[in-house]
């Protein structure tokens, strides 16, 4: 277990604009902040069940966390909780690629951009950026669903980092149960796929784990190492 989170199951109703959405809560509707960007279209179903936490202050009273999806497990779609989860991963030491690293800083700025992270890897920096992978084919977990100029100018980045240097690399947080590879969507976005190609040739790593929510509000690691096809 990485996270344990004070689940409520809901209902989907509708999203009013990119942020919020409206869920039904022990029967009353309520306002739920969305903190993912994408469009999410497979989950944003009237009448799709859902799972959300109470929010203290502001506009909305729930954070919409994640959907129902395959055995009883959650697909995850905030991206709060996905960054938590992974952060708890590197602290315990449960990814081995990142074996004997720490999170040294997060929201680096660096150029034009704010990266997520950089990791200190036994002496060594790595500038790292990490992505919400959420949409499914089969046992694939792709990025983005909706065309992303943040994430173009991101890959951007690391790529002129690694030119410089650096060791760079995008980590893909595929946060849905049972998937076991990677890839871009390219009908999202096609220039992402054709940055990746290019991150991987001139060396980025591209790297991806995925995660799940319980039903009783664990979040857990089901992947500490996904198969990343570029």
């Not at 996270?3 to 990119?18: A, G, V, W, Y």
């Not at 994430?151 to 002129?160: A, F, P, V």
């Not at 995925?210 to 690691?221: A, D, T």
Request: proline residues 3%; charged residues 35%; glycine residues 10%.
């Amino acid at each position: 277990m990485l996270l344990k989170l004070p689940i409520i199951e809901c209902t989907f109703i509708r999203r009013l604009n990119r942020f919020v959405g409206i869920v039904e809560v022990n029967g009353e509707l309520k306002k739920a902040l969305i903190t993912n960007t994408g469009r999410l279209k497979e989950f944003m179903v009237e009448g799709k069940r859902a799972f959300c936490i109470p929010k203290q202050g502001g506009k909305t009273e729930f954070v919409l966390i994640g959907f129902l999806e395959k055995n009883e497990r959650g697909a995850i779609i905030d991206t709060r909780t996905q960054a938590r989860a992974f952060e708890r991963a590197v602290e315990l030491g449960l990814i081995r690629w990142l074996k004997g690293c720490r999170i040294k800083k997060r929201e680096v700025r660096i150029g034009n951009s704010r990266l997520d992270y950089l990791l200190e890897c036994k002496g060594e920096e790595i500038w790292a950026e990490m992505k919400s992978a959420i949409l499914r084919e089969g046992d694939y977990a792709m990025y983005p669903d909706c065309p992303s100029v943040r994430g173009q100018k991101h890959i951007k980045e690391l790529i002129r980092l690694k030119a410089n240097g650096k060791r760079a690399m995008i980590i893909f947080i595929g946060a849905l149960p049972g998937v076991r590879r990677f890839k871009p969507y390219i009908k999202g976005d096609p220039k992402i796929a054709e940055l990746l190609k290019e991150a991987k040739k001139k060396g980025v790593e591209i790297r991806g784990i995925s995660i799940s929510l319980l039903p009783n509000g664990e979040v857990i690691l089901e992947n500490e190492d996904l198969v990343v096809e570029v």
